[in-house]
């Protein structure tokens, strides 16, 4: 399996980013640390030179498997499920760009904290309906463009709105779109999920992204969570997809980066 960490463009506030100060030197050092390829976390496609950041992911020869979009709900407030339709179709539009974005690196693009959560005064069905008629308008145009959508339960802590696999799963079947997949976060896993291992047999026909992070969020080995095995399990279910680091910047940025590349290849990844 490949692997990946993610980069972010400057000044976001989302704290589990290994990488969000200069840009060209944090893409420099991915390639140097000897990572396949980065997954770029973008709050908005139109305010970045989306041509001087394809020019250097190729410059290093990396991949780009995904693009981050959660910045655009936890700094704006974006949101598929928010009752305003005013900002349901905000929210669209951004997906709609960072649809555009992606087609440039045939990424997938998550829809994570986009779909925000479920306000006390909100049916959970109405959030529902609405983030799902989101999720369809935007897939369609995603597919138009040869670019897959990758969902991704998240803890309580953040939302409360698809935080497990199962649910996850459930929300994709409700979809029926040949574009969409399931991204798997074991950070969020650890905290959701009865079993990490039996979760990804569940998910199996939905995988095509996977996050890591330890189970305090810091690097791969740096927590309680047997990355070895969650390895294998992949393996066992034929994930060829990208492992992908999603972690906070401690003990700094170039030693959590790089304790996750020294890490992977211990274990034989």
């Known amino acids: 399996m490949k692997k990946s960490i993610v980069v ?15 840009f060209r030197d944090s893409i420099r050092k991915v ?32 991949e780009v498997p995904a693009i981050g979009t959660g910045q655009a709900w936890g700094e704006e407030g974006l949101s598929f499920s928010d009752p305003l339709p005013s900002v349901r179709e905000k929210a669209i539009a951004r997906i709609k ?47 138009g463009l040869k670019v897959g959508l990758t969902l991704e339960p998240l803890n309580r802590y953040e939302t409360n709105f698809i935080n497990t696999v199962a649910e996850g799963i459930e929300f994709i079947k409700k ?6 997949g399931m991204l798997i976060d074991t950070f969020h896993m650890n905290i959701e999920e009865v079993s990490i291992h039996e979760s990804i047999i569940k998910a199996k026909d939905y995988i095509t992204h996977v996050h890591l992070a330890d189970s305090n969020r810091w ?24 492992l992908s680091a999603e972690i ?19 274990i034989g990844c």
Not at 8 to 22: C, I, Q, R, V
Not at 248 to 266: E, G, H, N, Q, S
């Open 219 to 242: 690097a791969p080995g740096s927590g309680h969570l047997n990355f070895a095995q969650v390895i294998k399990v992949l393996e066992k279910i034929n994930y060829k997809g990208y």
């Open 175 to 180: 979809l029926d779109l040949p574009n969409m």
């Open 97 to 143: 760009d960072h649809i555009d974005f992606a087609a440039e690196f045939s990424a997938q693009v998550i829809i994570g904290l986009i779909r925000g959560r479920i306000e006390d005064h909100v049916r959970r069905e109405d959030a529902e309906k609405w983030s799902l008629d989101c999720v369809r308008e935007c897939a369609a145009v995603a597919q």
């Open 248 to 266: 906070l910047p401690l003990p700094d940025a170039d030693r959590a980066a790089r304790l996750t590349i020294d890490y992977l290849k211990k």
């Open 8 to 22: 972010s463009t400057p000044e976001a506030k989302f704290s589990a980013l290994a990488y969000k100060e200069d």
């Open 31 to 62: 390639a140097e640390l000897g990572f396949d390829g980065v997954e770029l976390a973008i709050r908005d496609p139109k305010k970045v030179r989306g041509e001087k950041i394809t020019e250097l992911v190729r410059q290093y020869n990396l």
